[in-house]
């Protein structure tokens, strides 16, 4: 995925929800879902390319998006969180101040 | 909690959804949910087998048809596809069934007029007496579109419309939980996506409208696949549809959530959309409210749930009125439009009547058939016979179904159309005196019981052949007898070979095109599913580089997919003989839209129409029996003679004669190579001796328990040995080896004392293995009770068991000993008038150069092609010695069209090529074609043997170049010019003549047929250099002997084998005769490329010898023989040894078939057997009776693209008969 705000990030959730997240080394606090969908993968992509070549390359098929407030010790923000179900990977997509 | 799918679309949505029925129905009984409806686009076709599933898993069954709501088009289902407001309707009751029936029809039907919408809907509505239809306005509805829009003023408007029709309505929400557009413009990409329908806002804004209309509310998932998985193949289906490869902007889901969610997943959902809407739904708490909208869900589901059989009608038959068979309803009244509600309730006093009326109807009929056919009316046996059949008929209730039928072939006869019946109908003396038959089964001692007996409620199955030219004037005959409302021809679903489903994910996926093509090409016709077993097994995949990828596992997801298509329907097609009869309420029980050929056509198919009871009629159009008809016209055209072919008695020695001979090619059932093997054995000597020898040619152990015990006692090696001599009255006619089922019957019978009906239902019940455990435990008891020995019991039983699903039945045996009888006769008779028929119709296995070479082997003159003396088709015609021979065609002709046809044809005679050109608009390369077909040589004095002096075909071509430059000058210039003119008269140019090598190649190009010489004739040289065995020598080899053959291509087949490998059988053509040869497994893998790809062949094998006619080969290699002679050419006999000694480079697979029957079922089981490793091991498919058969038999052979050399396809390839 492109355009991503750096740095790893570490997601605690209960029952598929965030609660906490932990990036750039700093902890938040989920405060608030603000909404959440599902989106869809280009999973397309990565078979054409695999086609006669061993690539490890992962496109899921679904991502649950998080749209959350999330507060630290720096204040409050809004980030939209990506989970890829079948890889169980969590990514953060959008940060918004 | 519960809860239930009310909006599920399978792969009957074609091209939509990527389940089966049955996937739906298990999965949704694996949730726990009391029901599950099956709602598909367009269509009802997957209905009842989906029905049919429900009630075997024990779930409720809910029908209904996704509708598009605009005028619909062909055009506007590419342009429009996802701008077309939909709707589901779910059918309640009985009424519900058939509103849905005729409203799918109405919606095929009026295809093309504008205003569909809601018109349909009110007229339907008035339409349904009890129960009725329920209308889903979803967010794909036109009132969900304004509702997203913003729009509820003009939501309510829409509704306002929609409930004037008067039908029920609810407001459908559906939540993929998909992105809000005012939440993120774009996705986690950075891709901007389409806000789509099913977002969980757009839901609460349709619960808040439908709470503030008050119109109920109920939850479904628009579910367009089983699993999440499934999505992807979901994506496939959308990119086929629209013609585009994947991308985002083309996918109509937003996401994976339109799955069958299990009940908890629902809840969740409902909780979901319940808290979006906020509080104030219904006044409930948001939790509360989510109950109340899954409340009403389930009560909606649970008044929408069908009974299959007092809703559906599974099971039911009907059978159209007398009055319509006796032709006493007018014409009008036949056919009436689709939405006029026909009176078609009957009250069962009425029906009592009628069916006393056709009872007496049908007992006339036969007592004036005995009398017209010379049977004596005091005749014990034929009176008996008569009045058992009469009574069963009249007990099942079955008489207007033989009057149907009797009027059906009565019609078809009298429009002069050649029809007969075939199958277990054959053993009916009813069907006899009703001239559907033409056996007489008293004479044949043939069993009513294996046709219809009180025991099976069920309708017969009677098939119909008819001249396969003439087919659809069969089908009009019936349209016109009984009327569009009560007859309906049937479908059939094509569903994804490997060659398509490769074809359209490479597309899909953006795969290069020729990658995809090459791929696809290298596969045979086999279902997709099988695709990754074939990379793996067959030799001439498993070399290839796509092989090798896929052992490397570089292809899986790719395959994956491919074999996720498999099973999906493709398109629906008109099945070629399908015809449904019924009384006036086909419609109410059917869909039906137009088909090919106008012919309205059942949405169901062969199978469904038989689950619900219909009458099924199949009329098959059969090319032998166009072919005689042919013959006998061109009988009667050249000598005068009428043949009156279903007159002619069975005992012409002459014609016993010729099928001993084997020189049977072009006659039917006995032209292959296996049956001319089995003629020469068995010698045939009479009608019976047919009758037999059909039957036996069977697949399965039979060879060696059936055959040969029976050619041993037949040609007096040994003593016929009976079971029992209690069973010797049934097994004399076949020495005392089981062969029919019919004697299967009787065996039954006599053993346990139980009346022929009831044997029948026991030999049905040993066809399957699960049963048989049970028969076995009835039959020793009742054999002992009745004083049989245990040593008889128990070979008795080892016999029927092993017969029972091997048999074949006598009665179809003898339908088919008719024509085959008949073919030979003429043959043998009227041998020009009867090649004339084969060649124009082209009825059997072989192409028509083989048949010529024949017809030329049998001493008829070969005219060629002659531009005044051809006609359209084979005719016969004389030669200048007053012979009987045969005239080529001008169809044969590449490139010919009808037009041209019909303009030549009726511009006889022509003196020129220019009165020709002139004369006619044939098309330059046609005229082309016909001068190097020799067809002006007559005209024009072009001889034979090329010449130097005179014209010959290479001037007569320039010629043509001249008369066409000038006819375009013509044209364009339209003024007085100087020139004259081309010359009406050919120059000769000096050019040399085409020699006879020439003339041949042109002749294949042209005609496909080599005419004036064998194309192995050119070979000659080659062939006795060699020392190749010529056809006609071969009987004079030795068991053992290694010898070559060579010849032109003919025929290549891979029928079933007992041992459970490919085999592959091949015949080639060498100028003197047919010769056969079997590559068997071990032979295959380094040859199997030429084998299905060369058209000239040299072949090495080894002679096997069995009696003085029994010849076979079993081949050891296989060569190109062009490249043979090239190579001889160049480097000698020398040079080809070499060349023999190649040997390509083969991975050995030599893994053993074990016969590792792990489960055994009452289908054919797929077993892997042969070693620990999945790659290495082996698939082999194994019968209840322990039959193995390689999963590739049975298929078409790849190759239909010709590689080297053969002008076209000019072989025959194919599963080929079974038995061997």
């Given at each position: 995925m492109t355009k991503r705000p750096p740095g790893e990030i570490t997601v605690t959730a209960v029952n598929g929800v965030p609660t906490r997240l932990r990036w750039r080394e700093r902890s938040y606090l989920v405060e608030q879902v603000l909404s959440h969908w599902v989106e869809s993968g280009a999973w397309w992509q990565i078979v054409a390319r695999r086609v006669g070549t061993a690539t490890a390359d992962h496109i899921p098929l679904s991502c649950t998006v998080w749209r959350v407030e999330a507060r630290g010790t720096r204040g409050s923000m809004v980030v939209d969180l990506a989970h890829d179900a079948e890889a169980d990977t969590w990514s953060l997509v959008r940060l918004a101040d | 909690m519960s809860f239930t799918h009310l909006h599920v679309a399978s792969g009957f949505s074609l091209r939509h959804g990527a389940d089966t029925p049955q996937t739906i129905v298990s999965a949704a009984a694996a949730h726990d949910q009391p029901a599950v409806a099956l709602t598909d686009r367009d269509s009802l076709a997957g209905a009842v087998r989906f029905v049919a599933a429900c009630r075997e898993a024990g779930i409720g069954a809910i029908v209904g048809v996704d509708l598009p709501l605009a005028p619909w088009t062909r055009e506007d289902v590419v342009a429009r596809d996802r701008g077309l407001a939909r709707v589901v309707v779910l059918a309640r009751g009985r009424g519900g069934w058939a509103g849905l029936c005729r409203l799918t029809s109405a919606l095929h039907q009026a295809g093309?007029?504008?205003?569909?919408?809601?018109q349909v809907f009110s007229r339907i509505n008035a339409l349904i007496r009890d129960g009725g239809i329920t209308v889903l306005l979803g967010p794909q509805s036109d009132v969900g579109a304004a509702v997203a829009a913003r729009r509820p003023d003009i939501a309510r408007a829409l509704l306002a419309q929609w409930q004037a029709t008067g039908c029920e309505m609810v407001v459908e929400l559906v939540s993929h939980r998909s992105r809000d557009p005012r939440i993120a413009a774009s996705d986690i990409n950075g891709a901007p996506q389409r806000g789509h329908a099913y977002s969980t806002a757009l839901a609460a804004r349709m619960w808040q409208f439908a709470t503030d209309e008050r119109v109920p509310v109920v939850l479904t998932n628009a579910v367009r696949h089983v699993e999440q998985s499934g999505a992807r193949i979901v994506d496939v289906l959308d990119a086929v549809r629209r013609l585009v490869p994947l991308d985002a902007r083309h996918l109509d889901r937003s996401n994976a959530e339109g799955y069958l969610k299990s009940t908890p997943e629902m809840w969740q959902v409902a909780e979901e959309i319940a808290e979006a809407a906020g509080g104030d739904v219904h006044g409930f708490a948001s939790h509360s409210a989510a109950r109340h909208l899954i409340d009403t869900t389930e009560a909606l589901a649970s008044r929408c749930v069908l009974d299959p059989i007092a809703h559906v009608g599974l099971g039911e038959i009907h059978l159209p009125e007398l009055d319509v068979i006796m032709g006493r309803v007018s014409a009008e009244a036949l056919n009436t439009a689709w939405d006029r509600p026909l009176e078609t309730h009957r009250a069962s006093a009425e029906l009592a009547t009628e069916a006393a009326d056709a009872d007496a109807v049908l007992r006339a009929r036969c007592e004036e058939a005995l009398l017209r056919k010379g049977f004596s009316a005091s005749d014990a046996r034929v009176r008996e016979r008569l009045d058992d059949e009469l009574a069963t008929i009249a007990k099942l209730g079955f008489a207007t179904y033989f009057l149907t039928v009797g009027v059906v072939v009565r019609d078809i006869r009298s429009a002069g159309i050649r029809v007969a019946a075939r199958g277990s109908g054959a053993g009916c003396f009813v069907n006899h005196l009703l001239d559907i038959a033409l056996i007489n089964p008293l004479e044949h001692d043939l069993l009513m019981e294996r046709f219809l007996t009180p025991l099976r409620r069920a309708l017969p199955d009677i098939d119909i052949d008819v001249e396969s030219a003439r087919r659809l004037e069969a089908y009009d005959l019936i349209f016109a007898r009984f009327g569009a409302a009560r007859v309906a021809s049937v479908s059939m679903m094509e569903t994804y070979r490997v060659r398509h489903a490769i074809r359209d994910v490479g597309a899909a996926l953006g795969l290069p095109r020729n990658e995809i093509d090459v791929f696809a090409k290298a596969f045979p016709h086999i279902r997709a599913s099988s695709a990754r077993d074939a990379l793996r097994e067959l030799p001439e995949l498993r070399r290839t580089g796509i092989g090798k990828m896929a052992a490397a596992g570089t292809l899986d997801e790719l395959l994956t997919l491919i074999e996720g298509i498999d099973r999906l329907p493709r398109h629906i097609a008109l099945h070629p003989c399908g015809v449904l009869l019924s009384d006036a309420t086909l419609r109410d029980r059917t869909p039906i839209q137009a088909s090919a050929g106008d012919y309205p056509m059942s949405q169901f198919d062969k199978d469904d129409v038989e689950t619900m009871g219909l009458l099924k009629l199949d009329v098959l159009g059969i090319r032998m029996q166009s072919a005689m008809a042919h013959a006998i016209d061109e009988i009667a055209r050249t000598t005068g003679e009428v043949v009156e072919l279903d007159r002619i008695p069975f005992d012409d020695e002459a014609t016993y004669e010729l099928i001993r001979s084997t020189r049977t090619l072009g006659c039917f059932q006995i032209e292959s190579p296996g049956q001319r093997e089995l003629v020469g054995k068995f010698a045939p000597e009479n009608f019976h001796d047919i009758i037999v020898d059909i039957s036996l040619f069977r697949p399965g152990p039979v060879k060696s328990d059936m055959i040969v015990p029976f050619l041993r006692a037949r040609q007096g090696w040994s003593m016929p040995e009976y079971l029992h001599p209690d069973l010797r009255p049934a097994l004399q006619e076949t020495c005392g080896v089981v062969v029919f089922h019919e004697q299967v019957i009787r065996m039954i019978a006599v053993f346990t004392g139980v009346t022929l009906a009831e044997a029948d239902e026991i030999r049905r019940s040993l066809g399957s293995f699960d049963k048989q455990p049970k028969v076995r435990a009835w039959f020793y008891p009742a054999a002992l009770r009745r004083g049989y020995q245990l040593e008889s019991v128990e070979a008795v039983w080892e016999v029927l068991r092993a017969f029972a699903?091997?048999?074949?039945c006598k009665a179809h045996a003898a339908a088919f000993a008719v024509p085959t009888y008949q073919s030979a006769w003429l043959k043998t008779h009227h041998t020009a008038a009867f090649f004339a028929g084969v060649l124009t119709h082209d009825p059997g296995m072989y192409p028509k150069r083989l048949i010529l070479d024949d017809a030329r082997n049998f001493g008829i003159p070969i005219l060629g092609l002659d531009i005044n003396r051809s006609r359209a088709e084979f005719v016969v015609d004389r030669n200048e010695e007053g012979e009987l021979g045969i005239r080529i065609a001008l169809s044969q002709v590449k490139g010919m069209d009808d037009a041209s046809l019909e303009s030549i044809l009726q511009g006889h005679p022509f003196g020129s090529l220019s009165d020709f050109w002139k004369r006619t608009r044939t098309p330059r390369p046609v005229v082309e074609n016909l001068v190097l077909a020799g067809a002006f040589d007559a005209t024009h004095g072009v001889s034979a043997r090329p010449r130097r002096n005179g014209i010959n075909r290479r001037d007569l071509l320039l010629h043509v170049a001249d008369l066409d430059r000038w006819a375009s000058r013509k044209l364009a210039v339209d003024q007085l010019s100087l020139d004259c003119g081309p010359a009406d008269v050919p120059l000769r140019t000096g050019l040399p003549d085409m020699d006879s090598s020439e003339r041949v190649r042109a002749e294949l190009d042209v005609l496909g047929l080599d005419v004036s010489r064998h194309v192995v004739d050119f070979y000659t040289p080659l062939l006795d250099a060699l020392g190749v065995t010529r056809s006609r020598d071969l009987l004079k080899t030795r068991s053992r002997q290694e010898i070559l053959i060579a010849g032109v291509k003919v025929a290549t087949q891979t029928p079933p084998i007992r041992s459970g490998r490919r085999v592959v059988f091949l015949t080639l053509d060498d100028a003197t005769g047919p010769v056969d040869a079997a590559f068997f497994e071990d032979a295959q893998g380094p040859y199997a490329s030429t084998l299905f790809h060369s058209w000239l062949l040299l072949v090495r094998g080894s002679v096997r010898r069995a009696g003085p006619k029994g010849v076979s080969i079993t081949a050891t290699g296989c060569w190109d023989l062009a490249e043979a002679r090239r190579r001889w050419l160049a480097g000698g006999l020398e040079a080809v040894q070499e060349f023999m000694d190649e040997v390509p480079w083969f991975e050995g697979d030599d893994a053993m078939v074990e016969g590792a029957a792990a489960s055994r079922s009452s289908r054919p089981v797929m077993v892997r057997t042969g070693g620990m490793s999945q790659r290495g091991s082996q698939r082999v498919l194994v019968h209840p009776s322990g039959f193995r058969q390689s999963p590739w038999a049975d298929l078409k052979p790849a190759g239909d693209e010709v590689s080297t050399g053969a002008p076209g396809k000019l072989w025959h390839s194919s599963p080929g008969s079974s038995g061997w």
């Open positions: - | 093309e007029e504008n205003g569909l919408q809601h699903s091997f048999g074949f």
